[in-house]
């Protein structure tokens, strides 16, 4: 079964996460929810998020990919963090599955695994790295780096997550049961 890693962080965007995480977990797919600390965590909108775990107790295992969820403050945390910079590059080294929404798409800019790459953001969220081709898809994939816009398209870059780990008949399955 495939594993993902989505770590949250104080001020996430509290739909793209729960979005993630329940469209990953419908499809069969092993999803930790990792609080940079032993928290629950606050999401940009006051929602409270109780994680699996702490990031310190995720980072034992490896992951066939992480997912990012943006919002504010919730990116800079994700960005302030070396932890995550130093998880999200190794498992680019490794050829796993990076992915990001929204604003998060700049962490991984920050840890320069967009240089020369598609993406797409939160508008002005990459404006700070003009070495990424910024795109306007609602979700952009470029080799095993999949990025998409905000919440409004947090279902779409769930459902191609499910589809990159699994196929693309889990994917209508799962979309077919949520009668889009």
Do not use: W
């Amino acid at each position: 079964m495939p594993s993902v890693l989505v770590p949250l962080a104080p001020g996430c965007e509290e739909l793209e996460a729960v979005t993630i995480i329940d469209i990953l977990r419908r499809a069969g797919i092993e999803v930790v929810s990792a609080g940079l600390d032993a928290q629950a965590v606050r999401a940009s909108r006051g929602v409270m998020l109780m994680p699996d775990t702490t990031l310190d107790e995720a980072l034992k295992r490896d992951y066939d990919m992480i997912a990012l969820p943006g919002g504010q403050p919730g990116t800079n945390n994700l960005a302030a963090d070396q932890r995550i910079i130093d998880l999200l590059k190794k498992m680019a080294g490794d050829g796993k599955y990076i992915t990001a929404i929204c604003a998060a798409p700049s962490v991984l800019a920050k840890a320069g695994l967009l240089d020369g790459k598609r993406a797409t953001s939160f508008p002005g969220a990459l404006d700070a790295f003009p070495q990424v081709s910024r795109q306007s898809d609602a979700v952009v994939a470029d080799g095993n780096l999949i990025t998409s816009r905000g919440p409004g398209t947090a279902m779409d870059f769930a459902l191609m997550l499910v589809e990159r780990l699994t196929s693309h008949e889990k994917r209508q399955a799962v979309e077919a049961a949520l009668q889009r």
